[in-house]
Every structure is written in C-alpha cells, then in structure tokens.
Nanobody, 120 residues
Framework: QVQLVESGGGLAQPGGSLRLSCAASGFTFSRYAMSWTRQVPGKGLEWVSGIYADGSDTHYEDSVKGRFTISRDNANNMVYLQMNNLKPEDTALYHC?????????????WGQGTQVTVSS
C-alpha cells in the first residue's frame, strides 16, 4: 500500500532553514507528481509546492517563492522541501502528498506530517 513518511521538521529561528524529507513506497514513484502541503490548527490545508513526476518543473505558493525549493530523487523514492529564510507564519504541520497524475494537481495520499515551528 502507499506509504509516505515525512521527517526533518523541528524548531527553527526566524531566518533559519530546515530540510524536510519524504520517503515514498507502495507505488511507482517516478510516474507521479508529488506535492507538499501544510496545515495550521484552525485553518485549512494549504498547498505549498509541487513537482512533476520527472522533476522537470516545479510550482510554488506565492508566499514561499524564492525561499522554498522542492526536489525529488526518483532513484530512491524521495521528495524534499528545502526551506530557507523561515518566517513565523511558516509554522505548520507539513505533509507530503502523492499526485494522481504526472503533473501537480489533485492528490490522493498524504503522510502523517512533520511539525515545523518557527520562533525566536
């Protein structure tokens, strides 16, 4: 069955960096787009970034453009989110998600998430 396991979250100071990782299994990873989403208590799920199945293109939510970078390693079934210049408003539970298609868009599986807290 599809499994997505995130890691790399933690506490960071404003302006700091974290790198999130997601290990995928149970499906042909290289055929599907992958995304990162985040959830803040009391607020809805927010899409953050997506990457094409072959890694040829990426998309970002406006508030993270220029600060976050999504990447993937199809040989090892991994997807990453490098987060730089972190802001307190980036505090959230971050999930990786499997796409339904080879391009980012609809998703059908999510991991349990990894908590990111940005605070001084």
């Amino acid at each position: 069955q599809v499994q997505l396991v995130e890691s790399g979250g933690g506490l960071a100071q404003p302006g700091g960096s974290l790198r999130l990782s997601c290990a995928a299994s149970g499906f042909t990873f290289s055929r599907y787009a992958m995304s990162w989403t985040r959830q803040v208590p009391g607020k809805g799920l927010e899409w953050v970034s997506g990457i094409y199945a072959d890694g040829s293109d990426t998309h970002y939510e406006d508030s993270v453009k220029g600060r976050f970078t999504i990447s993937r390693d199809n040989a090892n079934n991994m997807v990453y989110l490098q987060m730089n210049n972190l802001k307190p408003e980036d505090t959230a539970l971050y999930h990786c998600a499997k796409g339904v298609y080879s391009v980012p868009g609809e998703t059908d599986y999510w991991g349990q998430g990894t908590q990111v807290t940005v605070s001084s």
